[in-house]
């Protein structure tokens, strides 16, 4: 533990010299593009009050929500390269918004520089409300068939839309979606009622199930997870299609240079690797990340190539 700590803050002061803007008193802001609560803002939260005790410097999380994160990252591409204004987003923002959106105010690929992963997310989680009728996915799949003028689902994000698209082809599940600002919101939606499901991440969806408001009936992926052994994955369903890869990433604004995402992405490193951070990671249903710098730009090219090909296929529509 003191070697960690003692390397966090040997990070911090190579970094203060490749950045000189950054004085014992400034203040790096992570901005998030997304409300309060979900899992990019709580994920965020964890790194950066780790990097605040590691460095004796504030790190402070300023949300930005609105457009799937793209607010936010209009904010940082326009930010100076100093340091101190980071992006802390989800795929919506980057390898989502390159393949999809055919007219961005910036450009995810070239106006961003991806610094480090900081969060992985599992499988998603299908819910309903514990008063559903449908107690499987296969019972859900026909009330929605039976009654597609009820059925719906919050689509908060192009991350969650395209995988309930996805499995909505696949199952030949009746919905239409219904647009939400975040995840937290969406849950609400479900709860009282107005949104049939919610396709969404651990954090948000599993201290619902375990507390019995809603009732899981299906995760993404090849297998089952062990938070919710008796619920069936899309894989042994035969939908092996729908499946999920979300990140929360940190990325620097335009003409920060190579060397200073270097040193951000060794300060992030160095704090997802203390056991204290992975435990309060792991809490909110993420795995620490691991990808930095080029070779998480090499992950996001290929992301952005599977994901055209995707809505393609699916013949989605984003405006």
């Known amino acids: 533990m003191k070697k960690l700590k003692k390397t966090l803050q040997c990070l911090a002061l190579l970094f203060a010299a490749a950045v000189p803007a950054l004085a014992q008193d400034s203040t790096t802001r992570f901005i998030v593009g997304y409300a309060p609560g979900g899992g990019n803002d709580l994920s965020a939260r ?42 802390a987003t989800g795929n919506s923002a980057v390898s989502m918004a390159a393949a999809i959106y055919p007219k961005l105010s ?92 919610l396709l969404g ?53 335009p003409g920060t240079t190579a060397e200073q995402a270097r040193e951000i992405a060794g300060l992030i490193t160095a704090a997802l690797n203390e056991a204290g951070v992975r435990q309060k990671l792991h809490q909110i249903g993420v795995e620490p990340g691991r990808l930095v710098t080029g070779q998480f730009g090499t992950q996001i090219a290929t992301e952005v190539e599977s994901l055209r090909a995707v809505v393609k296929a699916a013949g989605l529509k984003f405006e």
């Open 46 to 87: 964890i790194v950066a009050e780790a990097l605040g005790k590691a460095t004796g410097r504030p790190f402070i999380v300023e949300n930005k929500p609105g457009a799937s994160g793209q607010l936010a990252a209009e904010f940082v591409v326009r930010a100076k390269p100093d340091g101190l204004t980071l992006l």
């Open 201 to 253: 991440d651990h954090n948000t969806t599993l201290p619902t199930v375990e507390s019995g408001q809603t009732r899981a009936l299906l995760v993404t992926g090849v297998d089952r997870i062990a938070a919710l052994p008796d619920v069936q994955s899309a894989g042994e369903l035969g939908y092996t299609q729908v499946k999920s890869s979300l990140w929360t990433g940190i990325f620097a604004p």
């Open 106 to 197: 910036y450009d995810p690929i070239k106006d961003l520089v991806p610094v480090a992963v900081i969060a992985d997310y599992p499988q998603l989680v299908l819910i309903v409300a514990a008063d559903h009728p449908a107690k499987t996915f296969a019972e859900f799949v026909s009330w929605t068939k039976a009654n597609p003028e009820k059925s719906n689902y919050a689509a908060v994000a192009p991350a969650y839309t395209i995988p309930t698209e996805q499995l909505k082809l696949a199952a030949g599940l009746e919905a239409q979606a219904v647009s939400y600002k975040s995840s937290s919101e969406a849950l609400v939606g479900v709860l009282n009622g107005q949104i049939s499901f």
